[in-house]
T-cell receptor
Framework: DAGITQSPRYKITETGRQVTLMCHQTWSHSYMFWYRQDLGHGLRLIYY???????DKGEVPDGYVVSRSKTENFPLTLESATRSQTSVYFC??????????FGSGTRLTVV | KNEVEQSPQNLTAQEGEFITINCSYS?????LHWLQQHPGGGIVSLFMLSSGKKKHGRLIATINIQEKHSSLHITASHPRDSAVYIC?????????FGTGTLLAVQP
């Protein structure tokens, strides 16, 4: 089915481990985004990508790495997970930066 | 001060009531979005507005660009409308989100 899918839906990891959250979209949308959602902060932009091989930092990029070798995939890697990175992560895509479609989210717990 | 403010933060209504959620912003925008998030669920886009008013079923969204204000109205509210409603503005190539309004509609 067409859409935007995130995996895994839930993840528990230990402090210091590397974790990769996956995001895949089937529309060939140019823009893709990673957000984190925390109580009291709303959604905050971590990284975004305007096209394959083009990525840029958002509001809270520290501790995260992204890549976009293919238009349809935009993985987010936590290089060395910390407890402060416990959050719900949402991926989104947009064809033209006017309509956005969000994934179902990944709930990450760092213990 | 947040660039996008929503009010109220929490709202409890009885089934059938007319509901209004407000969003004010302080930056120049190209569009404003209303999003819905059910508990533990994903985020769904309800409306994108750059001017005027849009209606979809029992939902109505309005925007006043001069006053930098938008409202989301729900007519004849139903328990299934219980969710977090999020306002987001498209400003300088990024979305800025409000912290959301938690709506509970009681039967």
């Amino acid at each position: 089915d067409a859409g935007i899918t995130q995996s895994p839906r839930y993840k528990i990891t230990e402090t210091g481990r590397q974790v990769t959250l996956m995001c895949h979209q089937t529309w060939s949308h140019s823009y893709m985004f990673w957000y984190r959602q925390d109580l009291g902060h709303g959604l905050r932009l971590i990284y975004y990508s305007a096209a394959a091989d083009i990525t840029d930092k958002g509001e809270v990029p520290d501790g995260y790495v992204v890549s976009r070798s293919k238009t349809e995939n935009f993985p987010l890697t936590l290089e060395s997970a910390t407890r402060s990175q416990t959050s719900v992560y949402f991926c989104a895509s947009s064809r033209d930066r006017y309509g956005y479609t969000f994934g179902s989210g990944t709930r990450l717990t760092v213990v | 001060k947040n660039e996008v403010e929503q009010s109220p933060q929490n709202l409890t209504a009885q089934e059938g009531e007319f509901i209004t959620i407000n969003c004010s912003y302080s930056v120049g925008i190209s569009a404003l979005h209303w999003l819905q998030q059910h508990p533990g669920g994903g985020i769904v886009s309800l409306f994108m507005l750059s001017s005027g008013k849009k209606k979809h079923g029992r939902l109505i969204a309005t925007i006043n660009i001069q006053e930098k204000h938008s409202s989301l109205h729900i007519t004849a509210s139903h328990p299934r409308d219980s969710a977090v409603y999020i306002c987001a503005v498209d400003a300088t190539n990024k979305l800025i989100f409000g912290t959301g309004t938690l709506l509970a509609v009681q039967p």
